[in-house]
């Protein structure tokens, strides 16, 4: 175990990819593992239900509710609140189903379809950035955990609350946060080993109980507060020019804290049975995000009605529920969260992290030692409570991803879409010698574009780290909006230089367009071996 081979997995090669990259052979960035292979029709086992369920995995959660009333406490009104979550929320559906396309067509996961956009290598940018980003969401989901917790623990022992603090001020953590985010990730941890296929029943059952418990927490508070009319009354406290750029802003972080979900949805939707199932998340992320988000922003103005401070999140609500009958369902419903969060951490996080980690290393990382790393370096070398302890850096925090992510899901939707018309030639994905090996494995029409449109906003991002910058106004409230810039920019652009400079080798006809049905029977049979009990197995 000392030696770095003994690492070294079990081989898993490909079935599409050439030789030397299957075995590792040659001078290869990459081997091919068995596990990105297209699934095959024995293993296409998810349905419109199916989809139903992953979102309602994804989005039953603390972070969702919390997303959604950080615009009230950061001086917008209610009304303004409720139509920031609403029109997010739409305008997150359809680019979700747009980009998880290619893996309905194909059945390929996203690291795989991503390289006919980007090129063979150049594609390892945009899986590294997926990862990446899956990581700060990973811990960022940990710390709210963590608070979770506390709630459990001080239901039991209410003198928890009270531990001494024995860390520097400088740590912006308490002896007690840090011991609640420890506890969160051992409890978090054994089900970074379950396959996600086998989880799913347990997502159910924590999407059929927290669903009832989240309507009579906001029920609860808002009889509670006596005033329902002012609950959704809250006024705003930036006015003018300031509040729509806030406005503006709020719903660019709204829509870009999604994006992680976007673009990595070719991972689950090649496991869909029919064409037609994905299409069952069109209405099913506007309906969860939109319930969720009223609830949020009632318990927040009742917070602000009962309690005279705002309450973002249920959690706070918990640490309320003071007498002995209260401290009883403060500990239920804090366990309740607790796998809600939990569930939401592997499924939209670590899963899809372990997928982009087994891409990049395939002869040392699955999914599940893929998923131990997210836990590693999304849970400590991100130090998230710096990231998200306040509203504000919350917010600025879901903005700034969006300038790297934002850009690559506009060209991904422009080239399959516009493009290529939704045609592939499969088997060339898996060689890098292929026709999508562009030049030296990158479509520079694409690389240019994102690189181009990453360097608009990056000074507002650092800016945004460090407000001591000074920076022009005008790019300061670009960033502030990046989400509709870099939306349509990219997408456009791309598709322009496409018809101005055509590069037509890359481009599958009808007949080079390669299905895994046309393969034979016993390419298949081993394709099925390698699938099985990766994230679409169902139990």
């Known amino acids: 175990m000392l030696s770095l081979e003994a690492w070294k997995l079990a081989k898993n090669p490909g079935t599409l990819a050439p030789q030397d990259v299957a075995s590792n052979k040659g001078n290869v960035m990459r081997a091919s593992s068995g596990h990105q292979d297209p699934v095959p029709m024995a293993l296409r086992n998810w349905g419109a239900w199916d989809y139903v369920t992953y979102w309602m995995s994804d989005l039953i959660n603390a972070t969702t509710w919390q997303i959604a009333s950080a615009a009230l406490l950061v001086g917008l009104s209610t009304n303004d609140a409720i139509a920031i979550a609403s029109l997010a929320a739409i305008l997150n559906a359809l680019p979700t189903v747009l980009c998880g396309q290619p893996g309905t067509d194909h059945h390929i996961p996203f690291p795989i379809a991503i390289r006919a956009t980007f090129g063979y290598y150049f594609s390892l940018f945009c899986v590294l950035s997926r990862a990446l980003l899956g990581a700060v969401w990973f811990g960022v989901n940990t710390y709210y955990g963590s608070f979770i917790v506390t709630e459990i623990i001080a239901a039991i022992w209410p003198g928890y609350r009270r531990i001494g603090n024995q860390l520097d001020a400088s740590a912006s953590i308490t002896t007690q946060q840090m011991i609640s985010y420890i506890l969160f990730i051992v409890v978090q941890t054994p089900f970074l080993l379950i396959p996600v296929g086998s989880l799913r029943k347990l997502f159910m059952v924590k999407a059929v109980l927290l669903i009832p418990v989240s309507i009579a927490m906001v029920i609860w508070?808002?009889?509670?507060?006596?005033?329902?009319?002012?609950?959704?009354?809250?006024?705003?406290?930036?006015?003018?020019?300031?509040?729509?750029?806030?406005?503006?802003?709020?719903?660019?972080?709204?829509?870009?804290?999604?994006?992680?979900?976007?673009?990595?949805?070719?991972?689950?939707?090649?496991?869909?049975?029919?064409?037609?199932?994905?299409?069952?998340?069109?209405?099913?992320?506007?309906?969860?995000?939109?319930?969720?988000?009223?609830?949020?922003?009632?318990?927040?103005?009742?917070?602000?009605?009962?309690?005279?401070?705002?309450?973002?999140?249920?959690?706070?609500?918990?640490?309320?529920?003071?007498?002995?009958?209260?401290?009883?369902?403060?500990?239920?419903?804090?366990?309740?969260?607790?796998?809600?969060?939990?569930?939401?951490?592997?499924?939209?996080?670590?899963?899809?992290?372990?997928?982009?980690?087994?891409?990049?290393?395939?002869?040392?990382?699955?999914?599940?030692?893929?998923?131990?790393?997210?836990?590693?370096?999304?849970?400590?070398?991100?130090?998230?409570?710096?990231?998200?302890?306040?509203?504000?850096?919350?917010?600025?925090?879901?903005?700034?991803?969006?300038?790297?992510?934002?850009?690559?899901?506009?060209?991904?939707?422009?080239?399959?879409?516009?493009?290529?018309?939704?045609?592939?030639?499969?088997?060339?994905?898996?060689?890098?010698?292929?026709?999508?090996?562009?030049?030296?494995?990158?479509?520079?029409?694409?690389?240019?574009?994102?690189?181009?449109?990453?360097?608009?906003?990056?000074?507002?991002?650092?800016?945004?780290?460090?407000?001591?910058?000074?920076?022009?106004?005008?790019?300061?409230?670009?960033?502030?909006?990046?989400?509709?810039?870099?939306?349509?920019?990219?997408?456009?652009?791309?598709?322009?230089?496409?018809?101005?400079?055509?590069?037509?080798?890359?481009?599958?006809?009808?007949?080079?367009?390669?299905?895994?049905?046309?393969?034979?029977?016993?390419?298949?049979?081993?394709?099925?071996?390698?699938?099985?009990?990766?994230?679409?197995?169902k139990v």
Not at 221 to 249: E, Y
Not at 257 to 282: C, E, G, V
Not at 332 to 348: K, M
Not at 464 to 473: D, E, F, Y
């Open 221 to 537: 508070i808002c009889v509670k507060s006596g005033n329902v009319s002012a609950i959704f009354s809250q006024p705003a406290t930036v006015h003018g020019s300031a509040r729509v750029w806030l406005w503006l802003g709020t719903l660019s972080a709204n829509t870009n804290a999604w994006l992680s979900s976007t673009i990595n949805m070719p991972d689950f939707t090649r496991f869909s049975r029919t064409k037609r199932a994905p299409l069952s998340m069109l209405p099913t992320i506007p309906v969860i995000r939109i319930a969720y988000a009223i609830m949020g922003i009632a318990m927040a103005g009742a917070g602000r009605e009962l309690y005279g401070e705002d309450v973002w999140n249920p959690i706070q609500v918990l640490a309320k529920w003071t007498t002995p009958g209260g401290r009883f369902l403060a500990f239920c419903c804090g366990c309740l969260w607790l796998l809600a969060q939990v569930c939401t951490n592997v499924s939209a996080n670590s899963a899809p992290f372990g997928h982009d980690a087994m891409n990049i290393a395939p002869a040392w990382i699955d999914v599940r030692r893929g998923s131990l790393v997210c836990m590693l370096i999304g849970s400590w070398a991100m130090v998230p409570w710096l990231l998200v302890n306040s509203a504000s850096k919350f917010l600025t925090f879901m903005n700034g991803y969006g300038c790297f992510i934002c850009a690559i899901v506009s060209i991904a939707m422009s080239d399959y879409w516009l493009v290529r018309k939704r045609k592939l030639d499969v088997p060339s994905l898996y060689n890098p010698n292929g026709r999508y090996k562009y030049t030296s494995g990158t479509n520079l029409r694409a690389a240019a574009i994102q690189l181009l449109f990453m360097s608009v906003f990056i000074p507002g991002l650092v800016q945004t780290i460090n407000p001591t910058i000074r920076l022009p106004q005008g790019l300061t409230n670009m960033f502030a909006v990046n989400w509709f810039v870099n939306t349509l920019g990219p997408g456009l652009l791309y598709y322009l230089l496409y018809l101005v400079l055509p590069e037509d080798g890359s481009i599958a006809s009808d007949s080079e367009v390669t299905l895994l049905e046309g393969m034979p029977a016993a390419v298949q049979a081993e394709t099925v071996c390698r699938t099985v009990g990766d994230v679409g197995e």
